[in-house]
């Protein structure tokens, strides 16, 4: 790739985690339960919609965001207390506007469906407040960023899988570990206080393996790089010019191994389609069910890496950097269509015309949206696409088209070749 050139695979994948959101959400009635009272015939297509969309999970945007963070960091190396406060500021900033939005936002809602003053007094109980401010659970898509930013702070410990790639294993531990901690948990502190706090320990501890996987994938993309270069120790930054054509191939070996297991995991998500159209309940307790889901990230991730010597659509990067505002944005946009369908269900009587409804609403009034608070300079730094409020804006780098950077670790950045050095315009957190 030539240094005027983005790592487009990272582009696309930021944007099927965005965009995957709105479906995923979109698949479930109002109260997030898979249509419930619905047939089971009528439950079957919006189900199986959601198997497809669901490979993409917000763990998606964590090992995207730790990748890039990792990358940055070779880059420009910080102290851990630089780091974490750039973090915090370009996290957690946006992430209290949206915060305070939502909890007035959400009344819309509470008043349609009838539980508006029950709201209105959790507005008033700090307790609330602290829910919503440190487990993001002002809504349901809230809880990313601040599970992102706890993770932010174990980043030492994946520059260690950068160098030991093996270590991204680890993954494997910490999914079978919160499997079984989530079933203690939740079948001892159901209904008390602390179970949201318990939860949110379990997962900031168990998240660790995404950022040893993240980790690993940056050690084996400069290995694939370090192995084209003549002359090169593998595993070490070439002295000699990357072959992007013997990089590109050193990855692709791994792709039947790796689409292999995605057919795989793909055919237990379907064996947990089948107990929720036919249980009207999503199957928790599914243990098979439950791999697949916290798996697909990692081997979706994994099989783009392998194909980022490919050629992508240029119009991804175009695209992209909007993907964190469309993940932000899109509850606006799917409240207004439940209260639009609860108002008047003959629009859409069948569960997947309920989601067509959702979809067709979110997608294009969030796109809208979000481009346009791409546009306004005083609003941009909310979805990422511009500097925060009070600090001076950098100057932009010549080969990056659109809004400014500045923002959550999630925009890659104009990059050369695998193992080569980032050109200094390359921004990244």
């Known amino acids: ?40 015939s009528e439950r079957v297509a919006p189900m199986l919609l ?19 963070l990792l990358m940055g960091l070779d880059r420009r190396p910080r102290s851990y207390g630089r780091v974490v406060a750039e973090q915090a500021r370009r996290l957690l ?18 008043d349609a469906f009838g539980y508006g003053d029950a709201l209105r007094a959790q507005l008033a109980d700090p307790a609330a407040w602290a829910r919503w401010l440190l487990l993001g659970g002002v809504k349901y898509h809230m809880h990313f960023i601040p599970t992102l930013f706890l993770l932010v702070l174990a980043y030492p410990l994946y520059r260690l899988a950068v160098v030991h790639p093996a270590l991204g294993l680890a993954v494997l531990g910490t999914l079978a570990l919160k499997r079984e901690l989530d079933l203690f948990v939740y079948s001892t502190f159901w209904g008390t206080e602390a179970l949201p706090w318990i939860v949110r320990g379990v ?14 994938f940056l050690g084996l993309w400069r290995r694939s790089a370090a192995g084209s270069a003549p002359g090169s120790v593998r595993g070490e930054a070439p002295d000699a010019p ?7 191939r050193a990855r692709e070996v791994w792709l039947p191994l790796l689409l292999f297991a995605g057919a795989a995991l793909f055919l237990a998500k379907l064996a947990a389609t089948w107990l929720t159209v036919t249980r009207g309940e999503w199957p928790h307790g599914f243990a098979v069910g439950y791999w697949a889901d916290y798996l697909m990230p990692v081997v979706l991730f994994a099989v783009c890496l392998c194909l980022a010597g ?46 067509g409804v959702k979809i067709t609403l979110a997608l294009a009034g969030t796109s809208g949206l979000v481009w346009l608070l791409g546009r306004c300079p005083p ?19 010549p080969n990056l088209k659109g809004p400014s950077r500045e923002g959550p670790s999630l925009a890659p950045p104009n990059a050369p070749a695998p193992g080569a050095p980032l050109p200094a315009s390359a921004r990244l957190a």
């Open 50 to 68: 959601r198997a497809v969309i669901y490979v993409a999970r917000t763990e998606l945007f964590i090992i995207i965001a730790l990748f890039l």
């Open 93 to 110: 900033v946006p992430f209290l506007f949206w915060t305070l939005f939502y909890a007035l936002y959400n009344l819309l809602k509470a």
């Open 379 to 397: 609003l941009a730094w909310t979805i990422g696409l511009g500097p925060l409020p009070g600090l001076r804006r950098r100057s932009a780098s």
């Open 242 to 248: 990357v072959d992007p054509v013997r990089a590109a």
């Open 310 to 355: 490919r050629r992508w659509p240029k119009a991804i990067s175009r695209m992209a950097p909007y993907a964190f505002g469309i993940y932000l944005c899109h509850p606006i946009f799917l409240d207004l269509a439940e209260i639009v369908l609860f108002r008047a269900p003959e629009l859409a009587p069948s569960p997947i015309g309920q989601v």
């Open 1 to 40: 790739m030539a240094q005027s050139e983005r790592f487009v695979w990272l582009d696309a994948l930021r944007l099927i985690a965005g965009v995957s959101m709105i479906g995923l959400h979109a698949t479930a009635d109002a109260m997030g339960r898979p249509f419930a009272d619905a047939a089971v």
């Open 203 to 216: 997962k900031g501890l168990t998240y660790v393996g995404y950022g040893m996987a993240a980790g690993a």
